[in-house]
């Protein structure tokens, strides 16, 4: 199996098995995001303990690529703090070629120690239209976190 159908099973994995899909009640901060390009929407709610994100729900509907990245991120975020989320936000921006800082790229020795599935949305890069797609989640995350 190649590199490109690994990356493709763990997306359609995510995308039929969407992980932290039901909603959490009495959420401490809710955002949804919207992809009018595509038809993607992302309603994202979190519950803190302190400053670590102790619960998190992502649902929506839309392609596979912004469902699955919704669910790569709820796992990479949960029971983590602030400050860490601020690392795997800032490495999956530099994967996807958000950002252009020299130093911020990804340590090619372990590139998924921090993003873990999320390396499997780098092929997305190819096709900048589903870029908006994968970061879906992530804008929205900013926003329920007050940084958007
Ligand atoms: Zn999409």
């Not at 790569?72 to 795997?88: L, N």
Request: aromatic share 4%; proline share 5%.
């Amino acid at each position: 199996m190649s590199l490109e159908d690994l990356y493709r099973e763990v997306i359609l994995d995510h995308y039929r098995n969407p992980r932290n899909h039901d909603p959490i009640d009495a959420p401490d901060a809710t955002a949804e995001g919207v992809n009018p390009l595509c038809g993607d929407e992302i309603s994202l709610r979190l519950r803190f303990d302190g400053d670590t994100i102790a619960d998190v729900s992502v649902t929506g509907q839309g392609c596979s690529i912004s469902q699955s990245s919704a669910s790569m991120m709820s796992e990479a975020i949960k029971g983590h703090t602030r400050g860490e989320i601020e690392e795997v936000t800032r490495r999956f921006r530099s994967m996807m070629d958000l950002e252009s800082t020299s130093d911020d790229g990804l340590d090619p020795a372990h590139p998924g120690s921090v993003l873990g599935d999320l390396e499997s949305l780098q092929g997305v890069k190819a096709y900048p239209v589903r870029i908006k797609c994968a970061n879906l989640p992530w804008t929205t995350l900013a926003e329920a976190l007050g940084d958007g």
